[in-house]
């Protein structure tokens, strides 16, 4: 059994849409990252920076119960445990975990900032809402090339490439994005959206989540107690 302490956001949703594609047994655990459960000393225990999602696996690969946090890193682990989803050549697996990286070192971080800039600031910086709006249309761009010449990202077969960066493009209107622009990457969002494990991965928590608006959301989120030592 595969614990799994989350929430209902693009990196949570990795992780419940990878769970339910591999058809392992787990459960979840809502953290309510509005509320500070990131900063409970038990969740730092598995997950050190204080971000959603992390795991615990009973059944590690030593048989030894195995806690994993960042989720890439989980996305590999789960792939690897399974042997599924990651490719089976060599090259099948470096070309997966480039776009995986791709994912975790661009679409994440940028979109997050496009999110943040345009949804969340307290006041609306032009420069800072430009920069990273231009930014999420630039890596859009990328994809859209890439998916231009392959079905998924990381050839003609569904990879975590494209469980990692599915999740993402979903708030697509958040981030100053018209599908119009990027055909082929609105093909691609549209058959990953119909995936049965993909429907159910999505709605994992979905219920329970709230938008943040109130002050200790905002301060939990982006205020001095991110940067407090823990």
Not at 49 to 73: H, Q, R, T, W, Y
Not at 83 to 106: A, I
Not at 122 to 135: G, H, L, Q, S, V
Not at 198 to 217: H, Q
């Amino acid at each position: 059994m595969i614990d799994v302490y989350s929430t209902a956001t693009p990196n949570g949703h990795k992780v419940h849409i990878m769970l339910e594609e591999c058809g392992l047994p787990y459960r979840v655990h809502h953290i309510d990252i509005g509320a500070g459960d990131q900063f409970k000393p038990e969740f730092l225990a598995i997950s050190p920076n204080n971000k959603i999602p992390a795991i615990v696996d009973a059944d590690g690969p030593d048989g030894k119960p195995i806690s994993l946090f960042e989720s890439g890193a989980i996305l590999i682990y789960l792939a690897s445990k399974t042997g599924t989803l990651l490719g089976t050549t060599d090259r099948e697996k470096f070309t997966t975990l480039q776009w995986l990286m791709f994912q975790m070192g661009g679409i994440g971080p940028m979109l997050g900032q496009a999110h943040h800039f345009r949804i969340y600031a307290p006041e609306k910086i032009e420069y800072a809402i430009n920069r990273y709006t231009n930014e999420a249309k630039r890596l859009y761009g990328v994809l859209d090339k890439q998916l231009s010449k392959t079905a998924y990202l990381a050839g003609n077969n569904y990879t975590i490439a494209d469980i990692a960066t599915f999740p993402w493009t979903r708030s697509w209107q958040n981030q100053g994005i018209d599908w119009e622009d990027f055909p082929s990457a609105k093909r691609w969002f549209d058959e990953i959206s119909e995936r049965p494990a993909v429907k159910r991965g999505v709605e994992v928590l979905t219920s329970l989540r709230r938008p943040f608006v109130d002050e200790k959301a905002k301060e939990m989120l982006f205020g001095v107690t991110q940067y407090t030592k823990h």
